[in-house]
């Protein structure tokens, strides 16, 4: 008991100086607990936000990579004095950040996550804006990316200017909190196509955060509580949000504590002036009504490309669950489940892709195994496990003329790997950083 007091002190002091931004300044030049992965309209940058989990320093941080040169380095690293053979691997390059790579850096708030890209206010001079969730502060934070004429990052800029100063912080200005309307554990955000809206689900809670980005600043236009199902223990999220096939525009999230998926979508209220969510169903998998049991939760969710499957993670147990996306003859959508595979243990994120050949595979990442598993949905089974390091926590398909796979933050070692697709099979061929172990330094 004594022990466990002293940590819960040791990490709220922690905290406490994490909040009021003092003691060690995050460096620029490693990765730490990395858990958000973007890339830039152009293929040019690539963002990665550092997560700072175990409040080392005092915030999180926003990368903007050179993709170029990364790419460069990873065709020929031996070549580039960051890069050696890797120990724990002989075929493959292990490189650190080198100051030509990173071109810009932010400090955010700890717990730093997703990322989304959205379009700049008009009338700006800026080349986008960044949407990223901070869980620690809670808060939405707005980062406004600057490009020169080759559309390479110029600055990042959240309210303190585009001087050259470290640490530069994002100011209140940047940022939608708790005094806004913003619900608890902000995790991962959608962006809704051309209602220029975000959707911001929730880790720890059942409510869904709508940003509306078309006015300046951007504002938080509805918290819509899902209603979702409360487990047995009293735990309700929202985990991941999708958007579907359906002739309306409708989303569809997942139950981070339960075997629920809910879906919704777009309504305009006059009295209002702005569209409004409305609840349109869900699907709730335990027993007696599903195959699952207490305890089961959902995660990741993608739709196929043609829009007829939708593809779910389940955590407990470990499967992936293939469900057929059908219309009723009132135009109502029934999500039927039709396959169900064991997976690696607690799968959390999924992606669908198509290979060169235009044939559709599905993408799964293992926490603690450190895999992406990737799936046949013609056969409904795995074809292969791809060891990418540990702890992936996002994953990214860049445009294949970019680099020919995809690239993973490891959270619980501090690297990205970099995973080659040559035509029958996807191989890791690298990784950027200074792998580590939690706890181990």
């Given at each position: 008991?004594?022990?466990?007091?002293?940590?819960?002190?040791?990490?709220?002091?922690?905290?406490?100086?994490?909040?009021?931004?003092?003691?060690?300044?995050?460096?620029?030049?490693?990765?730490?607990?990395?858990?958000?992965?973007?890339?830039?309209?152009?293929?040019?940058?690539?963002?990665?936000?550092?997560?700072?989990?175990?409040?080392?320093?005092?915030?999180?941080?926003?990368?903007?990579?050179?993709?170029?040169?990364?790419?460069?380095?990873a065709a020929d690293p031996?070549?580039?004095?960051?890069?050696?053979?890797?120990?724990?691997?002989?075929?493959?390059?292990?490189?650190?950040?080198?100051?030509?790579?990173?071109?810009?850096?932010?400090?955010?708030?700890?717990?730093?996550?997703?990322?989304?890209?959205?379009?700049?206010?008009?009338?700006?001079?800026?080349?986008?804006?960044?949407?990223?969730?901070?869980?620690?502060?809670?808060?939405?934070?707005?980062?406004?990316?600057?490009?020169?004429?080759?559309?390479?990052?110029?600055?990042?800029?959240?309210?303190?200017?585009?001087?050259?100063?470290?640490?530069?912080?994002?100011?209140?200005?940047?940022?939608?909190?708790?005094?806004?309307?913003?619900?608890?554990?902000?995790?991962?955000?959608?962006?809704?196509?051309?209602?220029?809206?975000?959707?911001?689900?929730?880790?720890?809670?059942?409510?869904?955060?709508?940003?509306?980005?078309?006015?300046?600043?951007?504002?938080?236009?509805?918290v819509f509580d899902a209603?979702?199902?409360?487990?047995?223990?009293?735990?309700?999220?929202?985990?991941?949000?999708?958007?579907?096939?359906?002739?309306?525009?409708?989303?569809?999230?997942?139950?981070?504590?339960?075997?629920?998926?809910?879906?919704?979508?777009?309504?305009?209220?006059?009295?209002?002036?702005?569209?409004?969510?409305?609840?349109?169903?869900?699907?709730?998998?335990?027993?007696?009504?599903?195959?699952?049991?207490?305890?089961?939760?959902?995660?990741?969710?993608?739709?196929?490309?043609?829009?007829?499957?939708?593809?779910?993670?389940?955590?407990?147990?470990?499967?992936?669950?293939?469900?057929?996306?059908?219309?009723?003859?009132?135009?109502?959508?029934?999500?039927?489940?039709?396959?169900?595979?064991?997976?690696?243990?607690?799968?959390?994120?999924?992606?669908?892709?198509?290979?060169?050949?235009?044939?559709?595979?599905?993408?799964?990442?293992?926490?603690?195994?450190?895999?992406?598993?990737?799936?046949?949905?013609?056969?409904?089974?795995?074809?292969?496990?791809?060891?990418?390091?540990?702890?992936?926590?996002?994953?990214?398909?860049?445009?294949?003329?970019?680099?020919?796979?995809?690239?993973?933050?490891?959270?619980?070692?501090?690297?990205?790997?970099?995973?080659s697709y040559d035509g029958?099979?996807?191989?890791?061929?690298?990784?950027?950083?200074?792998?580590?172990?939690?706890?181990?330094?």
């Open positions: 008991m004594r022990r466990i007091l002293s940590v819960f002190l040791t990490m709220f002091l922690l905290a406490a100086c994490a909040q009021e931004i003092s003691g060690i300044d995050p460096p620029t030049d490693i990765f730490f607990y990395p858990s958000g992965l973007r890339m830039s309209p152009s293929g040019r940058t690539l963002f990665v936000t550092n997560g700072n989990a175990d409040l080392r320093f005092n915030g999180s941080t926003l990368l903007a990579l050179d993709a170029d040169r990364l790419h460069l380095m031996l070549t580039y004095t960051a890069c050696r053979v890797d120990p724990q691997a002989g075929d493959e390059f292990l490189c650190d950040l080198d100051t030509d790579l990173v071109r810009s850096a932010v400090r955010l708030g700890s717990y730093a996550g997703h990322i989304e890209v959205l379009p700049a206010p008009e009338g700006s001079t800026m080349a986008y804006r960044l949407l990223i969730s901070v869980r620690a502060d809670p808060s939405l934070t707005f980062v406004d990316v600057y490009e020169d004429e080759n559309h390479q990052v110029t600055c990042l800029d959240c309210g303190d200017g585009c001087d050259a100063a470290w640490p530069r912080d994002c100011r209140r200005s940047h940022r939608l909190e708790k005094d806004d309307g913003l619900p608890a554990d902000p995790y991962r955000i959608m962006v809704y196509g051309d209602t220029q809206y975000a959707v911001v689900t929730h880790l720890n809670s059942p409510y869904l955060t709508v940003v509306d980005y078309a006015v300046e600043p951007p504002v938080i236009s509805q209603n979702m199902t409360v487990n047995y223990n009293g735990y309700v999220g929202s985990y991941d949000a999708v958007p579907g096939p359906d002739a309306w525009p409708t989303f569809y999230v997942s139950n981070s504590y339960a075997p629920e998926i809910a879906w919704f979508r777009w309504q305009y209220s006059p009295e209002d002036d702005q569209d409004l969510l409305v609840s349109v169903g869900s699907l709730y998998l335990q027993s007696p009504y599903g195959p699952f049991e207490s305890g089961s939760e959902l995660r990741g969710m993608a739709f196929s490309g043609d829009g007829t499957r939708l593809y779910a993670a389940v955590r407990y147990p470990p499967v992936l669950v293939t469900f057929d996306v059908s219309v009723d003859a009132q135009g109502r959508t029934r999500l039927t489940p039709i396959n169900t595979i064991e997976v690696s243990s607690q799968p959390a994120l999924v992606q669908v892709q198509k290979d060169a050949l235009g044939i559709e595979q599905v993408f799964v990442t293992s926490f603690p195994e450190g895999e992406v598993l990737v799936m046949d949905p013609a056969s409904g089974t795995w074809v292969q496990r791809i060891p990418v390091g540990t702890g992936p926590h996002e994953f990214l398909f860049p445009p294949a003329d970019r680099f020919p796979g995809f690239y993973v933050v490891n959270f619980a070692e501090g690297t990205i790997s970099l995973v029958p099979s996807w191989r890791r061929i690298g990784r950027f950083g200074m792998p580590r172990q939690i706890g181990k330094d």
